[in-house]
């Protein structure tokens, strides 16, 4: 997985998302999800293009229940972006990348 990708936990959820200066897109997955792991290359190609704008955070459900419970985190992959401390987008389910890209660039 890419350096530009952050694995958080419960316990750091809000200082790696939350307390973020730049927009944030979360991968709530599992590690037996298939479309998690179909999503998992296009998620490393923004956090390149996208670098320096927008960080991009993997939660694992199974690991970090309180974060998946926090957020009424039902299906996954769901991902949420979140700006300012606040969720501001969500996609559910495996996207293609020009579709998150047009959600991430909303927020910019």
Sequence with gaps: ??????NTTDADFDKDVLESDVPVLVDFWATWCGPCKAIAPILEDLATEYQGKVKIVKVDVDHNPQSASRFGIRN???LFVFKGGEKVDAVMGLQPKNELAKVLDKHL
């Design 1 to 6: 997985m890419s350096d530009l990708i952050v």
């Design 76 to 78: 996954i992959p769901t």
